[in-house]
């Protein structure tokens, strides 16, 4: 089984930042893409930022030049740094991973539970 833990959410203040923080555990054989995703109140998901398979960065226009993905591939973890929070970041920040276990030849999706942000006005 593969787990995918976030950590680093909160209440900030607009103009303020944030660093959100993922690790995938477990049987890992590697890891594809990785990165964030979030959902506001009745909104849809929609992606953050995310590293490709060629290790490509990818960001929302709404977040470029404010927020930065970066990872550690020896913890098998990827980092979100949020500066310049606005009131319209507010949502549930997941992450999520294609991974490949031990014991599988084929890559699977998965998510993390979820990490609240809210930026106050």
């Known amino acids: 089984q593969v787990q995918l833990v976030e950590s680093g959410g909160g209440l900030v203040q607009a103009g303020g930042s944030l660093r959100l923080s993922c690790a995938a555990s477990g049987s890992i054989g590697s890891i594809d893409n990785m990165g964030w995703s979030r959902q506001a109140p009745g909104k849809e998901r929609e992606l953050v930022a995310a590293?490709?398979?060629?290790?490509?960065?990818n960001y929302a226009d709404s977040v470029k030049g404010r927020f930065t993905i970066s990872r550690d591939s020896a913890r098998n973890t990827v980092y979100l740094q949020m500066n310049s929070l606005k009131p319209e970041d507010t949502a549930v920040y997941y992450c999520?991973?294609?991974?490949?276990?031990?014991?599988?030849?084929?890559?699977?999706?998965?998510w993390g539970q979820g990490t609240q942000v809210t930026v106050s006005s």
């Open positions: 590293f490709t398979s060629a290790g490509i960065t």
């Open positions: 999520n991973a294609r991974v490949r276990s031990l014991s599988s030849w084929s890559y699977n999706a998965y």
